[in-house]
C-alpha cells in the first residue's frame, strides 16, 4: 500500500533554515509528481511546493517562492523540501501528497510541524 512518511519537522527561530523529507513507498516513486502542502491552526491547506516525475518541473506558492526549494531523489524514493529564511507564518504541519494509478487517488503523509518562533 501506498505509505508517505514526512520528517525532518521542528522548532527554529526567524531566518533559519530546515529540510523536510518525505519518504514514499508501495507505489513507483520515479513515475509520479509530487506535492508538499502545509496547514496552519484555522486555515485551510495550502500548496507550497510540487516537483515533476523527473525532477525537472518545479511549482511554489506565492508565499515561499525564492525561500524553499523541492527536490527529489527517485533512486531513495524521497522527496525533500528546503526551507531556508523562515518566518513565524511558516509555522504549521508540513505534508506530502501523492496522486497515483487511475484515476488518481490522493495520498498524504501523516504530516510533520514546522513551528518559527523566537
Known amino acids: 500500500q501506498v505509505q508517505l512518511v514526512e520528517s525532518g519537522g521542528g522548532l527554529v527561530q526567524p531566518g533559519g533554515s530546515l529540510r523536510l523529507s518525505c519518504a514514499a513507498s508501495?507505489?513507483?516513486?520515479?513515475?509520479?509528481a509530487m506535492w508538499w502542502y502545509r496547514q496552519a491552526p484555522g486555515k485551510e491547506r495550502e500548496l507550497v511546493a510540487?516537483?515533476?516525475?523527473?525532477?525537472?518541473?518545479?511549482n511554489y506558492g506565492d508565499s515561499v517562492k525564492g525561500r524553499f526549494s523541492i527536490s527529489r531523489d527517485n533512486a531513495k524514493n524521497t522527496v525533500y523540501l528546503q526551507m531556508n529564511s523562515l518566518k513565524p507564518e511558516d509555522t504549521a504541519v508540513y505534508y506530502c501528497?501523492?496522486?497515483?494509478?487511475?484515476?488518481?487517488?490522493?495520498?498524504w503523509g501523516q504530516g510533520t510541524q514546522v513551528t518559527v518562533s523566537s
Open positions: 508501495g507505489f513507483t516513486f520515479r513515475s509520479y
Open positions: 510540487a516537483i515533476s516525475s523527473d525532477g525537472d518541473g518545479t
Open positions: 501528497k501523492a496522486v497515483v494509478g487511475f484515476p488518481g487517488l490522493n495520498y
